[in-house]
């Protein structure tokens, strides 16, 4: 990895927040849900490795990385990771300098997850969308993808107002505003210090529990559980913003061929995606390992079919994919089958 420069392109993590952010006195830095966190992602990992989406200091990878999981992470900003480098413990972790979203790394995760509200730095659906493609694929048969993220706190709101503060002090203030027509948002943060006032401003796009769900589905993905926090208490939906919302959620990968077929029936996968997968596994260097041979052989089969039943034998092309006759809905949620 490149040594940081601090004139380098760090989207809006820069030195300037890195040097402070693992300073921050939210709850997420308190020791117990930090424990709690990882626990419940150890859980999951098992003996197979992790992916972090947004990997910023380290704040979850490095106590993970201490329970004996092999932790690898992805992070736009090189302010960040010089930070969890300089860490105990923080050579050992791998990361890779990207856009979440779309950034490819090698091998295959038990578990990948994306932890306080960091989806919403993809200002975009469409972003979104390919932030959960892009965990779907990095997957092992079995895994597992968990987000954690606040519920919009539009209840919050005056009536025709569009500002929301969430702290107010002496020499600083700090609130969020709301675009509820585009669910733009953004953090805004104002400080004097010295008789000088500095102003920040960082873009988010809120989302959605049912969003999310939907997003899954069009990565091939389907909810497993959904919690208050990392203690599994129950989700109530109540707008406190910093409440985690874990998702755990199955990859494309994982499903058989029979139930890759349900979803292209119901136009939940396009066949485009499907065949971009399998290009992209035929296309890797070397000799395939076990785990990728098989999901090619699984794509093979789901394209022979698609291709038979395209061809008169009981699906219809459509504009959006395929449609089949009577095609069962999918099984009740749970990890697909290893």
């Not at 990771?81 to 979203?101: E, H, M, N, W, Y």
């Not at 000799?287 to 789901?302: H, K, M, T, Y």
């Not at 038979?308 to 459509?318: E, K, P």
Request: aromatic letters at 8%; a negative charge.
């Amino acid at each position: 990895m490149p040594r940081y420069r601090p004139d380098m392109e760090d989207g809006h993590f820069g030195e300037d927040v890195a040097a402070t952010y693992d300073q921050s006195e939210g709850p997420e830095f308190e020791p117990a849900v930090v424990a709690a966190t990882v626990g419940f992602l150890a859980g999951l990992a098992g003996d197979g490795a992790a992916l972090e989406l947004g990997i910023g200091t380290g704040r979850i990878a490095l106590p993970l990385a201490a329970r004996g999981v092999s932790v690898h992470g992805i992070d736009l900003s090189r302010a960040m990771v010089a930070r969890l480098r300089a860490k105990p413990g923080g050579d050992a972790v791998g990361v890779t300098i990207g856009d979440f979203a779309t950034t490819r790394v090698p091998g295959e995760f038990s578990v990948a997850y994306l932890v306080f509200n960091t989806i919403m730095n993809l200002t975009t659906q469409a972003e979104q969308v390919a932030c959960f493609r892009n965990a779907a694929a990095h997957l092992r048969p079995g895994g597992c993808f968990v987000i954690e993220v606040g519920v919009p706190a539009l209840r919050q709101l005056p009536h025709g107002q569009t500002v929301v503060p969430f702290h107010g002090g002496a020499t600083n203030w700090a609130y969020d505003v709301y675009d509820v027509a585009t669910q733009a948002m953004s953090s805004n943060y104002v400080d004097v210090t010295g008789g000088r006032g500095a102003f920040r401003s960082i873009p988010f796009r809120y989302v959605w529990p049912s969003e999310l769900d939907l997003m899954a589905e069009m990565a091939g993905m389907r909810l497993r559980e959904r919690w208050s926090d990392w203690a599994r208490e129950p989700f109530t939906g109540e707008p406190q913003a910093r409440l985690g919302l874990a998702e755990a959620l199955n990859s494309l990968a994982a499903h058989r061929a029979a139930d890759l077929l349900q979803l292209v029936a119901r136009g939940a996968v396009p066949v485009g995606q499907l065949l971009v997968e399998r290009g992209r596994l035929r296309g890797l260097p070397g000799q395939l390992g076990r785990a990728e041979g098989c999901r090619v052989a699984v794509l093979d089969a789901v394209a022979h079919e698609v291709e038979a039943r395209h061809a008169g034998f009981g699906v219809v092309a459509l504009g959006r994919g395929f449609v089949g006759h009577g095609a069962p809905s999918l099984v009740p949620a749970h990890c697909a089958p290893q």
